[in-house]
């Protein structure tokens, strides 16, 4: 009699060893790049806690005297990129009824089918406002960019879902990027796995339950809440380490 698996009780489907070789080459190769990250976190002067990088006082004033001055800054723009900039910004009221409608539709459906609902915070990200080197102009530009770009990998992420649940089958050509849940995908063309295994893979989402597990910030970390908290009733305005509030996110609009 045919193996059959149960996601629901918590059991995952097996594996074959192509399958299992590639899960621990993923893992390492995460496990690389989180280590690459943390490189390039010490060669820029920064540390990254509670969603935001701190630099040191020194590296923001550096990054100051990078900065394009604004009306300098316009006048070496080209006249053709001026006259574009309507149609880009058109986009926002496309993207705001898709933002709306992908909130509605998971809090409705995702409940019904089964499906964990897709964090929307966590590809939608506004964090390069925070540069020093970055104009106005610039934030503005960084800023519309991570959110239609966030928000499109937000739908990708929930149609990912949506689809595993509805038509969990993989195509007969290749993808040039498939998405994240395309691996438990039945193959195509497998009939008997298909009406074996289909009902299992639909709500086979025990990987994303498994993963919902917070950061926690470590000990003594320098840009903690808590060391913020001393470091303000004790009259201090920044650190070495990570500055206070005011010297890394604010506001300088030339």
Request: charged letters at 25%; a positive charge.
């Amino acid at each position: 009699m045919a193996q059959t698996c149960d996601a629901q009780g918590g059991k995952r489907c097996p594996v074959t060893p192509t399958q299992e070789y590639l899960s621990k080459r993923i893992e390492y190769l995460e496990k690389e790049l989180r280590s690459v990250l943390a490189e390039k976190e010490r060669a820029f002067a920064y540390t990254f806690a509670h969603g935001r990088a701190c630099f040191e006082d020194a590296v923001l004033r550096r990054h100051r005297t990078y900065k394009h001055w604004l009306p300098s800054y316009l006048l070496q723009g080209r006249f053709l990129a001026y006259l574009t900039a309507p149609v880009i910004y058109a986009g926002i009221a496309p993207f705001l009824f898709v933002d709306l409608f992908l909130m509605v539709y998971q809090a409705i459906c995702f409940p019904v089918y089964g499906v964990p609902k897709v964090r929307r915070a966590d590809y939608i990200i506004f964090d390069r406002g925070h540069l020093k080197y970055l104009n106005l102009l610039e934030r503005l530009n960084c800023a519309y960019c991570s959110y239609a770009n966030g928000l499109l990998a937000f739908a990708t992420e929930v149609a990912a879902r949506t689809e595993q649940h509805w038509c969990p089958v993989k195509h007969a050509q290749r993808l040039r990027a498939p998405h994240s849940r395309y691996g438990y995908f039945l193959d195509y063309g497998d009939a008997e796995r298909y009406s074996r295994e289909v009902e299992t893979v639909r709500s086979d989402f025990v990987d994303l339950k498994s993963s919902r597990n917070r950061i926690r910030p470590a000990p003594g970390n320098p840009c903690s809440p808590s060391r913020r908290r001393r470091r303000r009733s004790s009259g201090r305005r920044g650190s070495k380490d990570c500055p206070t509030r005011s010297a890394s996110v604010g506001r300088d609009w030339k």
